[in-house]
C-alpha cells in the first residue's frame, strides 16, 4: 500500500477532533437528521393512512395501490439525479461560502428537472398498463393500478419542483423548512384522500384514483408554498425568480454527480418491481401481506434515513470548507447511531408486529396477517444491517462519491436478492419466507461494498 493510500485511509476507531469539536459535530448531525425523521414520518403515515383507507375497498385495490406505487417511484427516482445533484452541490457551495453559486446550482436544476418530470411523466402513462400485466397482476389489480398510476404522474412536474427546492435546502444545512411544509402537505393529503376516495361533501366516490389526485392535490400544494420563500426572503439558498436560463455547464455538473445516485434508485425500485412479480407466484393474499409489510417498514427505518440526509450534508459541507478531519468523524459517529437506532427499533419491531398488523389493517384475513407478520419479523432482524448501509452510503454521496453506492445497491439487490429468490422459487419451490429471507444476504453485500469505499478515504479526492 502506497503512502498516499495509508494517509486518505479512514479509522474506525481513533477520533480527531477534540471534544468541543465533536460536540459541535453532533448537534449539527441532530439539528439535520430530527427534521427528516419528521418529515419522512409524516409521508409515510400519509401513505399508510390511504392504503389502510384503500384497503377497506378490498385486497384487489390495496394490492393495486401499492403495486402502482412501486412503478410510479421506478421512474420517478431517475430525478434523483437531480435532486442528489443539486443537494452535493448546493453543500459544498455553501460550505466553500459561496453562497450565490448554490443558488445557481438551484435554479438550474429547476429548469432541467421540470424538463425531465415532463419526459418521465408521458413515458409512465404510457407504460402503465403493459407494466402492470406484465408483472403478472390479476385483471382488477392491472385496472385499479393504471388509473392511480395515471393520475399520479399527471402532478408529477409541479411535484418534482417542490422535491429539487427541498433538496436545495437540506443541501444548505435547513431541513427544519421542508420539514414544516411537509407537514403542511400531508394534513392536505390526508383529508383529501379521505374526502375523494369515499366522496364526501357530495363529491363522488373516487376510490383508487381519488387516493393518487389527494398526493397530486398536496405536492402541487407544497411546491407552491415552496416558491413563496424566496420573494419572502425566507430561503436559506439566495436564488432569483427572474432570468431562467439554461447553463449546460452547471447542468452538467448536476448529473455527473447525481446520475450514479438515479441510477441506484432506479436498479432499487425495478428491483423491487421484479421482486413483487416473484411475490405473485403466492398470490393475491401472499402479495397484500407483502404490501402491509412494506407499509409498515419506512417508520422502522425513521433513524437511518434522517442519519443519512444528515450525513449527505455534513459530509460535504465539511469537505467544501477542506475539513477532511470533520468529514471522517461524520462517518464514525452516523455509523454508531444510526446502527444503535436501528438496532433498538428492530427488537421494537420483532415483538409488536403482529399487534401493529392487526391494528392497521383490521379487514385482512387470518392468513394475509400471519404472513405480514412473519415479514415484518424478519426485516427487524435486518434493520440493523440496514443502518450501517444507509449511514455510509449517505456519507459517499455528499463526498460526490455516488458510484460505490451504486455498485453496492446493485450488486445486493439483484444477485443477493433477486438472484437467490428466483433459484428459491424456481428450482426448489420454496414457501415464501425464503424469498423474502433474500434481503439478508442483500444488505451484507451492500454494506461490504460502501463500507471498504468508505475505510478506503479515497472518497476525499472526489472533484464535483
Given at each position: 500500500?502506497?503512502?498516499?493510500?495509508?494517509?486518505?485511509?479512514?479509522?474506525?476507531?481513533?477520533?480527531?477532533?477534540?471534544?468541543?469539536?465533536?460536540?459541535?459535530?453532533?448537534s449539527?448531525?441532530?439539528?439535520?437528521?430530527?427534521?427528516?425523521?419528521?418529515?419522512?414520518?409524516?409521508?409515510q403515515?400519509?401513505?399508510?393512512?390511504?392504503?389502510?383507507?384503500?384497503?377497506?375497498?378490498?385486497?384487489?385495490?390495496?394490492a393495486?395501490?401499492?403495486?402502482?406505487?412501486?412503478?410510479?417511484?421506478?421512474?420517478?427516482?431517475?430525478?434523483?439525479?437531480?435532486?442528489m445533484?443539486?443537494?452535493?452541490?448546493?453543500?459544498?457551495?455553501?460550505?466553500?461560502?459561496?453562497?450565490?453559486q448554490?443558488g445557481?446550482?438551484?435554479?438550474?436544476?429547476?429548469?432541467?428537472?421540470?424538463?425531465?418530470?415532463?419526459?418521465?411523466?408521458?413515458?409512465?402513462?404510457?407504460?402503465?398498463?403493459?407494466?402492470?400485466?406484465?408483472?403478472?397482476n390479476?385483471?382488477?389489480?392491472?385496472?385499479?393500478?393504471a388509473?392511480?398510476?395515471?393520475?399520479?404522474?399527471?402532478?408529477?412536474v409541479?411535484?418534482?419542483?417542490?422535491?429539487?427546492?427541498?433538496?436545495?435546502?437540506?443541501?444548505?444545512?435547513?431541513?427544519?423548512?421542508?420539514?414544516?411544509?411537509?407537514v403542511f402537505?400531508?394534513?392536505?393529503?390526508?383529508?383529501?384522500?379521505?374526502?375523494?376516495?369515499?366522496?364526501?361533501?357530495?363529491?363522488?366516490?373516487?376510490?383508487?384514483?381519488?387516493?393518487?389526485?389527494a398526493?397530486?392535490?398536496?405536492?402541487?400544494?407544497?411546491?407552491?408554498?415552496?416558491?413563496?420563500?424566496?420573494?419572502?426572503?425566507?430561503?436559506?439558498?439566495?436564488m432569483?425568480?427572474?432570468?431562467?436560463?439554461?447553463?449546460?455547464?452547471?447542468?452538467?455538473?448536476?448529473?455527473?454527480?447525481?446520475?450514479?445516485?438515479?441510477?441506484?434508485?432506479e436498479?432499487?425500485?425495478?428491483?423491487?418491481?421484479?421482486?413483487?412479480?416473484?411475490?405473485?407466484?403466492?398470490?393475491?393474499?401472499?402479495?397484500?401481506?407483502?404490501?402491509?409489510?412494506?407499509?409498515?417498514?419506512?417508520?422502522?427505518?425513521?433513524?437511518?434515513?434522517?442519519?443519512?440526509?444528515a450525513?449527505?450534508?455534513?459530509?460535504?459541507?465539511?469537505?467544501?470548507?477542506?475539513?477532511?478531519?470533520?468529514?471522517?468523524?461524520t462517518?464514525?459517529?452516523?455509523?454508531?447511531?444510526?446502527?444503535g437506532?436501528?438496532?433498538?427499533?428492530?427488537f421494537?419491531?420483532?415483538?409488536?408486529?403482529?399487534?401493529?398488523?392487526?391494528?392497521?389493517?383490521?379487514?385482512?384475513?387470518?392468513?394475509?396477517?400471519?404472513?405480514?407478520?412473519?415479514?415484518?419479523?424478519?426485516?427487524?432482524?435486518t434493520?440493523?444491517?440496514?443502518?450501517?448501509?444507509?449511514?455510509?452510503?449517505?456519507?459517499?454521496?455528499?463526498?460526490g462519491?455516488?458510484?460505490?453506492?451504486?455498485?453496492?445497491?446493485?450488486?445486493?439487490?439483484?444477485?443477493?436478492?433477486?438472484?437467490?429468490?428466483?433459484?428459491?422459487?424456481?428450482?426448489?419451490h420454496?414457501?415464501?419466507?425464503?424469498?423474502w429471507?433474500?434481503?439478508?444476504?442483500?444488505?451484507?453485500?451492500?454494506?461490504?461494498?460502501?463500507?471498504?469505499?468508505?475505510?478506503?478515504?479515497?472518497?476525499?479526492?472526489?472533484?464535483?
Amino acid at each position: 500500500m502506497s503512502d498516499t493510500s495509508k494517509s486518505l485511509r479512514l479509522s474506525l476507531f481513533r477520533e480527531s477532533l477534540n471534544a468541543e469539536e465533536l460536540a459541535e459535530l453532533r448537534s449539527a448531525l441532530w439539528r439535520l437528521a430530527w427534521p427528516v425523521f419528521v418529515a419522512q414520518g409524516m409521508s409515510q403515515a400519509v401513505v399508510l393512512a390511504s392504503r389502510i383507507m384503500v384497503n377497506s375497498l378490498g385486497e384487489a385495490e390495496l394490492a393495486a395501490v401499492g403495486v402502482g406505487q412501486m412503478i410510479f417511484f421506478a421512474l420517478i427516482v431517475l430525478l434523483g439525479a437531480v435532486g442528489m445533484g443539486v443537494t452535493a452541490l448546493v453543500a459544498r457551495h455553501v460550505g466553500a461560502g459561496e453562497p450565490e453559486q448554490a443558488g445557481l446550482v438551484l435554479k438550474q436544476s429547476l429548469i432541467v428537472g421540470s424538463l425531465f418530470a415532463g419526459l418521465i411523466s408521458v413515458a409512465g402513462i404510457l407504460s402503465a398498463r403493459p407494466l402492470l400485466r406484465a408483472l403478472g397482476n390479476a385483471p382488477e389489480v392491472v385496472e385499479h393500478g393504471a388509473n392511480y398510476i395515471n393520475t399520479l404522474y399527471l402532478g408529477l412536474v409541479p411535484m418534482a419542483l417542490g422535491f429539487f427546492i427541498g433538496a436545495g435546502l437540506r443541501g444548505a444545512g435547513d431541513a427544519r423548512t421542508p420539514m414544516i411544509i411537509s407537514v403542511f402537505m400531508n394534513f392536505i393529503n390526508v383529508f383529501a384522500c379521505w374526502v375523494l376516495v369515499f366522496g364526501k361533501f357530495g363529491l363522488p366516490k373516487m376510490g383508487v384514483t381519488g387516493a393518487a389526485l389527494a398526493m397530486d392535490i398536496s405536492f402541487i400544494s407544497a411546491t407552491v408554498v415552496f416558491f413563496l420563500l424566496f420573494p419572502l426572503k425566507l430561503s436559506a439558498v439566495p436564488m432569483h425568480l427572474s432570468g431562467w436560463k439554461l447553463e449546460k455547464a452547471t447542468a452538467w455538473r448536476i448529473f455527473r454527480i447525481g446520475a450514479p445516485t438515479a441510477a441506484e434508485w432506479e436498479l432499487l425500485q425495478i428491483g423491487l418491481v421484479v421482486f413483487i412479480s416473484i411475490v405473485n407466484h403466492y398470490g393475491t393474499g401472499t402479495t397484500a401481506a407483502y404490501i402491509i409489510g412494506m407499509s409498515v417498514l419506512p417508520f422502522a427505518q425513521l433513524p437511518a434515513f434522517g442519519l443519512q440526509a444528515a450525513t449527505t450534508t455534513v459530509v460535504g459541507q465539511s469537505l467544501g470548507g477542506k475539513n477532511y478531519a470533520r468529514a471522517e468523524s461524520t462517518f464514525r459517529l452516523s455509523l454508531r447511531w444510526s446502527l444503535g437506532w436501528m438496532a433498538l427499533l428492530g427488537f421494537a419491531t420483532f415483538f409488536l408486529s403482529g399487534p401493529l398488523v392487526r391494528t392497521l389493517f383490521p379487514n385482512d384475513n387470518p392468513e394475509t396477517y400471519r404472513l405480514a407478520t412473519l415479514y415484518l419479523q424478519l426485516i427487524a432482524v435486518t434493520q440493523p444491517l440496514m443502518g450501517i448501509a444507509f449511514a455510509v452510503s449517505g456519507g459517499l454521496r455528499g463526498a460526490g462519491d455516488t458510484v460505490w453506492p451504486l455498485i453496492g445497491q446493485a450488486t445486493g439487490m439483484y444477485l443477493g436478492r433477486i438472484g437467490l429468490a428466483l433459484i428459491a422459487q424456481r428450482w426448489f419451490h420454496a414457501p415464501v419466507i425464503f424469498i423474502w429471507a433474500s434481503m439478508f444476504p442483500d444488505f451484507l453485500i451492500r454494506i461490504i461494498i460502501v463500507s471498504s469505499r468508505m475505510r478506503s478515504g479515497k472518497w476525499k479526492m472526489v472533484r464535483v
